[in-house]
Nanobody, 115 residues
Framework: QVRLVESGGGLVQPGGSLRLSCAAS????????MRWYRQVPGKERELVAH???????MYGSAVKGRFSIARDNDKSLVSLQMNSLKPEDTAIYYC?????????WGQGIQVTVSS
């Protein structure tokens, strides 16, 4: 059974930093790309960051230069380091992968950027 379990969300002030983690199980973690998405009520889910099996990375334009995705294949973890946070970064953040043609999602974790 594939499981993605997120942690590290919460409340942070504008300009602050937060680190999200996603622990994966039930897969050969190193063979698959991992992604972070985010979503706010009434809006479409937005791709935030992508990291390939090779370690190559891509970022959504809204977060490029501020966020960084990384993976630890030995621990089956993918992280999202978020710096210089803005109120518009407030959303539910989701860990994601696709394996054997099936999409898998974490439960989602709230990030709120507010003073």
């Amino acid at each position: 059974q594939v499981r993605l379990v997120e942690s590290g969300g919460g409340l942070v002030q504008p300009g602050g930093s937060l680190r999200l983690s996603c622990a994966a199980s039930g897969i050969i973690f190193s063979a698959y790309a991992m992604r972070w998405y985010r979503q706010v009520p009434g809006k479409e889910r937005e791709l935030v960051a992508h990291i390939g099996a090779s370690g190559s990375t891509m970022y959504g334009s809204a977060v490029k230069g501020r966020f960084s995705i990384a993976r630890d294949n030995d621990k089956s973890l993918v992280s999202l380091q978020m710096n210089s946070l803005k109120p518009e970064d407030t959303a539910i953040y989701y860990c994601n992968t696709i394996q054997k043609g099936v999409l898998y999602w974490g439960q989602g974790i709230q990030v709120t950027v507010s003073s």
